[in-house]
């Protein structure tokens, strides 16, 4: 069955730790948390102390931790989030000079290490680090904001990539994350998706936290 990842950054912040217990207890495997920098995307969120706050969440919920950086030079930052209890950091091809160096400084900090391209960005950069990481992360919208509509062309990118794994003989997860629904959520399953990250839709959706996370899990396991 796919992951669900919901992504803080559309969660109501005087409220985070309960969203995010609420979200977990529904059926939510992970906590996803979008750090911005206002350079590398236009908007600035949240940094390692928002991290560190919701590393006890974790740990008595049982979730996991993963931080997409969306920042310039991430690899300055890697200690400070690995410190601050995340489970995993991604980090944008586009952001990193070098690439290689950046994945390497966060496995050895002890944590997991994925990668992810923004929309315009070529699947094949992707190539030279695909035996580094354990998680792709597949843009389905130009970062930056939530609540933007998902980006059609979005199934054949991730197709690609899960293809470029299986090449390499790698059962790293393919993740989305921008614009994804209950309703659509299906389409980058079949492409090769296993984690989902969603933000407005789990914690600004139809319903509760609780029900939107359930409408997830019945999409998917409609699919089985």
Request: hydrophobic share 45%.
């Amino acid at each position: 069955m796919p992951i669900l990842a919901p992504s803080i950054l559309a969660a109501d912040f005087a409220n985070l730790e309960s969203h995010c217990r609420e979200a977990v207890e529904a059926g939510a495997e992970w906590i996803h948390v979008d750090v911005m920098d206002g350079h590398f995307v236009p908007n600035i969120t949240i940094g390692p102390p928002v991290v560190r706050s919701l590393r006890p969440v974790a740990d008595d919920t049982g979730a996991f931790l993963d931080v997409h950086l969306m920042i310039e030079e991430p690899g300055r930052y890697v200690k400070a989030f690995a410190d601050a209890g995340a489970d995993r950091i991604t980090v944008h091809v586009e952001a990193c000079t070098h690439l290689h160096r950046t994945l390497q400084s966060i496995r050895e900090a002890g944590v997991r290490a994925g990668v992810t391209l923004n929309p315009g960005t070529p699947v094949s950069s992707l190539e030279p680090v695909l035996h580094l990481v354990d998680l792709v992360l597949v843009m389905t919208v130009n970062p930056g904001f939530g609540g933007q509509a998902f980006i059609p062309e979005s199934p054949d990118r991730i197709r690609t990539v899960r293809s470029m794994l299986d090449a390499v003989g790698s059962n790293a997860h393919v993740q989305v994350d921008g614009g994804i629904t209950p309703d659509n959520v299906s389409a980058v399953i079949d492409a090769g998706a296993d984690v989902v990250v969603a933000g407005s839709a789990v914690f600004r959706g139809r319903g509760t936290v609780d029900e939107n996370v359930r409408a997830f899990r019945r999409a998917w396991s409609q699919l089985a």
